[in-house]
């Protein structure tokens, strides 16, 4: 997977805050949405943050998710790049806890049925809160196409 991408993607979708807000759940949250409930700030760390310290949160977040999805679904590895995306994107946005809640979506997805697996992601709940981000997400899933794919 060009990691590059993914980072590109997730800003994007994400954004990028150098100080603390409130997320759409109400969870505190820095830089590329980082969860300050799960993972506080490193001792000594002031905001606003640095560029650097938010590719460090991102960098940390990023490693979670992928050793989540090793754990969890050793499968998503043999996906090609573009799916690899979707499902790393989607895990670090609603987290592997209520990404495996996706059952038949992900059983969809390791049989390489991704019209099914698309149909189940828009039919989700997870689909009307994230609005256009599931779209493009969905639309990858289906098509094996990542549509605005960020330059790098």
Do not use: C
């Not at 409930?37 to 977040?61: K, S």
Request: hydrophobic share 45%; aromatic share 6%; glycine share 8%.
């Amino acid at each position: 997977m060009i990691i590059a991408l993914l980072d590109a993607e997730l800003r994007r979708d994400e954004g990028v805050r150098y100080a603390q807000y409130l997320d759409t759940k109400g969870i505190p949250t820095i830089g590329v949405g980082h969860n300050l409930n799960a993972m506080p700030l490193p001792d000594g760390w002031t905001q606003p943050i640095t560029d650097d310290e938010v590719d460090i949160l991102l960098n940390q977040d990023l490693q979670v998710v992928f050793n989540a999805l090793d754990l969890h679904l050793p499968w998503w590895r043999q996906l090609d790049e573009v799916r690899q995306r979707v499902i790393a994107n989607m895990t670090f946005n609603m987290g592997i806890t209520t990404l495996l809640e996706f059952k038949n979506t992900l059983h969809a997805m390791q049989i390489g049925d991704y019209a099914s697996a698309a149909g189940g992601m828009a039919a989700s709940a997870w689909a009307r809160e994230v609005g256009h981000r599931a779209g493009r997400l969905i639309e990858a899933m289906s098509t094996g196409v990542m549509p605005d794919e960020p330059q790098i």
